[in-house]
């Protein structure tokens, strides 16, 4: 699935915000970083999904869900994980091609994107 996500960060605070298609949003409520000796760093965090008022009752309500991210590369390239839900669905997810655009919504993401030639692959 396609989707895209604005990491905006200040010394003290972080929003994350992932946007798909179908209007659906999930937005941090609570996060962590982990640094570990090696420098490997882990962004662990506890969000709120909502859909559009339309999916909520043929697709989808309201929901909870965490996610563990590796951040790859120094200066940050993309984060790698999981996620779960307390819809007991989970999955993989892989987040690369950054930009230093913000964006405030999927249609806008979308239009910025590269064509499909220029899309670098999935983080290793």
Do not use: C
């Amino acid at each position: 699935m396609d989707a895209y996500v604005a990491i905006r960060q200040t010394f003290t605070s972080l929003s994350v915000r992932l946007m798909t298609a179908g209007e659906h949003e999930s937005f941090l409520v609570a996060s962590s970083f982990d640094i570990n000796d090696d420098g490997t760093t882990y962004l662990y965090g506890v969000y709120q999904g909502v859909p559009s008022i339309s999916d909520r009752k043929e697709v989808t309500a309201i929901h909870y869900g965490s996610f563990r991210y590796k951040v790859i590369g120094s200066p940050v390239t993309g984060l790698k994980g999981h996620y779960w839900t307390d819809r007991e669905t989970g999955g993989s997810i892989e987040l690369f091609d950054r930009r230093s655009e913000l964006f405030d919504s999927f249609a806008s993401a979308e239009a910025a994107r590269k064509p499909a030639g220029e899309i670098e692959p999935p983080l290793p």
